[in-house]
């Protein structure tokens, strides 16, 4: 072959040599394609797969009340796992857990068929059923102790403290609001694991926040008034046979709140089982028109603004007066002819207020209810709260500013309403109200103290004094509507208040569901505590004075004697007596720990030293007082006796070790 | 001026880019089987042990076949197509035949297995380089020159498919259609065989569900990420993971189980993961500069027996690694084909160092041909 013909074997030699470069030079190309254009979204992927991580929660914070004693707290509770990929029969360890947790038999073989290496059974069982499992000591299944929320009062402040769900998360109340504090950072632990779920290495403990950082709060409340409360509006509501109510302490000079107790309670325990309704904490969620309750404020800015003094004389009309195209009466038909700025406070008299509000203006009125803190959210520090309703004066008819002079027509809170009665207990400032005190941490350290927090000056000192006098003689005088709420050697300052309910169906104000309130405070001289009772909808005793007035008196019995000294001092929180080292710990039926899940050893068992280096798995050795025999070098890689078979008994152990390369 | 047309040295520049990869081949074989091996064996060291025993009686045949004169494969030439065809039909008798993965493809030699395709894809390139120097003068004929080498060629292929090793089937087929065209053989007798073997080759690709599947799996392996597409997405995974410099020897996570044969077909994954981009592109660049030398060494051998011979080894060696590769980049549909040098196996490590001494061989017996002039 020479000549012409060679050179066309040459030709087409160079021909095959060519095709083979491009087609390397395209495999070059793909590999950048995957490795430096693409190669980030595959190397998340891979990592993904790759690593575990494992978020470890400091046990939950603990909720005190300024007393120290304990609304919410963790205990640990044992929870049901199974790995599914030791279980050879799922249908009948189904039907064994089924027999004992009551959960539907299908649903768990239905888990268990469907995971792989980890899956719940049954979440924060009661330690009887866990002794039942561990009796019957199957294959794959396992139990681990998980911190449960426990709310040892039960339903005591239950709508204000809320409660967490399995995972230990807040989801209503304090608990929700402050989840971040209570919980702390997790402990974030990497494990490489390979594809069989194995795990690598041991953890690099990664530097998110050193341990423990959850903190505790401890509240202004005060369990020992709150069960008071509780326990009185309990009894009110059934008396009255009433839908509900709700009623708030504060400490009028602080602003904070000692009580705040609703009806229907909660129990944040069985927060499943609960109605939703009853989870809320109604005194911050839901807006009333507060009625008479109202009129304090009214006379307040009327005498700030001077445009009237207590001994100002008013006609009252005997008991029907036209504004624009309505015409107003007074409470239950009553007539009276002319009256003062004392007496119409006194009688809660629907006319006289109504022309005072004419003397003080609806732009000025408008102002002093917003300056006392109606119609914007107080900033409590609980979840949910709202604003109520202020129309802007601009919008308001003479009816409006009438009606909104007698309550009707304006919608507060009950802790607006009681923060701005504050106002005028303690001479004229509105204080922040708060129901959070400090935060601890876990040894009892204060992290921060919320201290009382001014608002604004409402009114001044001196109109505040007038104030409180008047209001004392609505409770202490005669015939005054708040009388049922006197009490023995304590001057009380208070005022009475029924609103009808706006009835939508008939597009008026209803005179059957009503909303009775008493609000007042005492001493009136030094006042220490400020009280809002407020029943929903009683069939008896429809009027303020008489169905929540007593409770009032009832409740400030009790309060004095409990406290005839000064109460705002707050003792010391109790030193924390968790053990911070008891947070997970896994129990295991079998012998054999998982190689998967929340899984720490057991104290009791033989450690897993496989992944270890030398130096650590003699330091695991060392803690558990066991002497290991080293053979090899590098990292373990088989031990004897087994990992997770009990220690008893065996007091060394032999690891192997070998270099990775 | 010739030099004498024997004596010259060996293509050293071959020799070395063939030890560099075996080495880098038995470096990545420990670290991507040490693990596997551990949990199958008990010990970490099972495949590389094989392979480096493997590597010995390559090497040596190696040697043999660089110092043996190479005009003695023309003598054995229809022996070797005989002693295939015989090779392959023991497969099929019990006993000898020995089935993995549900593909008869291996022979039972006692101490370890022997996969005759292999050894077939050299003996078809000796049988072909043999055939079509001695009919040169017919070469342009249809009869002589295409019909009855590719008939001949068929008749192992047809016993290959039987196995199943479909993969193997389709290389055979193209090696020996490419030392046609080299040859000579009527390019428009080839083109017309491609296009009549493309319908056999669908039609076998439909008939068995399997095939099928990867076809598809290669079409779109996020549809089934868990199952069929999760080796090439492993495979995509570890290229990834790898970026440009890699995470390092040994380093990889890969071979834990999540890459399905991580030290044979998809060997060059865990090279991508654990030495990057950088990596690939050495491995792809020496086979690169590999084929190059053998197509040099096939200019310059002076007989056309010699020159067919070099072509067709080249080829073979060309196509395996592109084949490989393109395959665990998803190019191509995955086959379950080695990396020729790189791949755990021993009859590939064995074969291939067999072709790389024949193309030694032949590399001595070049005429020296000063740059620019023409023979």
Known sequence: ?661 | MQMPARGRRPDFILLFIVLVLIAFGTVMIYSSSYMLALQKYNDGYFFLKKQLFFLVIGLAAMFALMRMPYTWLRRVAYAGMAVSLVLLAAIFIPGIGVTKGGARRWLNLGIFTFQAAELVKVAVVVFLAHYLTRKSAHIQEFRKGFLVPLAVVMVPVAFIVKQPDFGSAVLIMAVALSVLYIAGTRVRYLAGSVLALVPVAVSLVMMKGYRMDRWNTFLDPWKDPQHKGFQIIQSFLSFGSGGPFGVGLGDGMQKLFYLPEPHTDFILSIIAEESGFIGICAVIVLFGLLIFRGFVIAFRVQDSFGSLLASGITILLAMEAFINIAGVMGLIPTKGMALPFLSYGGTSLIVSCMAVGILLNLSTHQKSTPRGTVA
């Open chain 1, 1 to 661: 072959m020479n000549g012409r013909p060679r050179k066309w074997f040459r030709f087409r030699i160079a021909t095959m040599l060519a095709l083979f470069l491009v087609l390397f030079c395209a495999l070059v190309f793909r590999a950048f394609h995957l490795q430096i254009m693409t190669g980030k979204t595959y190397k998340t992927l891979a990592e993904k797969q790759h690593r575990k991580t494992l978020q470890l929660y400091p046990e939950r914070g603990i909720i005190y009340d300024r007393n120290g004693e304990k609304l919410a707290a963790s205990i640990l509770a044992d929870s049901v796992f199974a790995d599914p990929s030791k279980i050879d029969n799922a249908d009948e360890a189904a039907a064994q857990l089924a027999a004992v947790t009551g959960q539907p038999r299908k649903a768990i073989a239905q888990q268990i068929s469907r995971s792989k290496n980890f899956c719940w059974v049954a979440r924060m069982i009661t330690p009887a059923q866990s002794e039942q499992i561990r009796n019957l000591k199957m294959e794959g299944i396992y139990l681990i102790q998980e911190p449960k929320r426990f709310y040892p009062n039960r339903e005591l402040a239950g709508q204000i403290i809320g409660f967490v769900g399995m995972d230990s998360n807040g989801l209503e109340g304090l608990e929700m609001r402050y989840d971040g504090y209570l919980r702390g950072e997790p402990e974030k632990i990497l494990w490489g694991r390979d594809a069989r779920g194995k795990k690598l290495y041991m953890p690099e403990r990664s530097a998110t926040g050193k341990k423990d950082e959850q903190l505790s709060l401890v509240l202004t409340l005060d369990s020992r008034i709150q069960h008071a409360v509780e326990s009185n509006l309990k009894e009110a509501v059934l008396r009255t046979r009433a839908r509900g109510g709700f009623i708030i302490v504060m400490d009028p000079r602080t602003g904070e709140i000692l009580a705040m107790a609703n009806n229907p309670v909660f129990n944040p325990n069985a927060y499943a089982s609960a109605a939703a309704d009853n989870k809320r904490n109604k005194a911050i969620t839901d807006c009333f028109d507060p009625g008479s309750t109202f009129k304090p404020f009214l006379v307040a800015a009327a005498i700030e603004e001077g445009v009237v003094k207590e001994s100002d004389r008013f006609y009252c009309e005997n008991g029907a007066y036209r504004v624009a195209n309505a015409t107003f009466h007074e409470a239950n038909r009553k007539r009276h002819g002319v009256l003062t700025v004392r007496e119409i406070l006194k009688y809660s008299s629907n006319i006289g207020s109504v022309k005072i509000s004419e003397k003080l203006g609806r732009e000025k009125f408008h102002g002093y209810i917003r300056n006392f803190g109606f119609g914007q959210k107080t900033n409590i520090e609980l979840p949910g709260e709202i604003a109520g309703l202020l129309r802007p004066w601009q919008n308001w008819t003479q009816v409006d500013t009438s009606t909104v002079a007698f309550g009707q027509g304006v919608s507060v809170t009950a802790i607006q309403l009681v923060s701005a009665l504050s106002a005028i207990a303690n001479g004229g400032l509105l204080m922040q109200p708060h129901i959070v005190k400090k935060f601890v941490d876990s040894s009892g350290e204060t992290v921060r103290e919320f201290a009382p927090t001014p608002v604004r000056r409402v009114i001044s000192a001196e109109t505040a004094r007038r104030m409180t006098a008047m209001l004392t003689n609505v409770v202490g005088e005669q015939g005054g509507t708040g009388k049922n709420a006197a009490l023995v050697n304590v001057d009380v300052a208070g005022k009475t208040g029924t609103a009808q309910k706006f009835d939508f169906a008939h597009k008026r104000f209803s005179s059957e569901r009503v909303r009775t309130s008493f609000m007042g405070f005492f001493p009136s001289e030094n006042p220490r505590f400020v009280m809002l009772v407020s029943i929903d909808e009683p069939q008896l005793h429809k009027w303020g004075g008489e169905a929540a007035a007593p409770v009032f008196r009832s409740i400030s019995q009790q309060l004095i004697r409990c406290f005839e000294h000064d109460i705002g001092e707050t003792p010391p929180v109790r030193e924390k007596e968790i053990n911070a080292g008891a947070r997970i710990q896994l129990v295991s039926t079998p012998a054999a720990i998982p190689a998967t899940g929340a899984a720490e050893e057991e104290e009791a068992a033989m450690p897993d030293f496989r992944g270890m280096t030398v130096r650590q798995a003699l330091k695991a050795a060392q803690d558990r007082g066991l002497t290991m025999n080293v053979t090899g070098s590098g990292w373990a890689v088989s031990q004897r006796p087994a990992a997770g078979s009990p220690l008893k008994g065996h007091r060394s152990c032999t690891v192997s070790f070998s270099t990775g390369d």
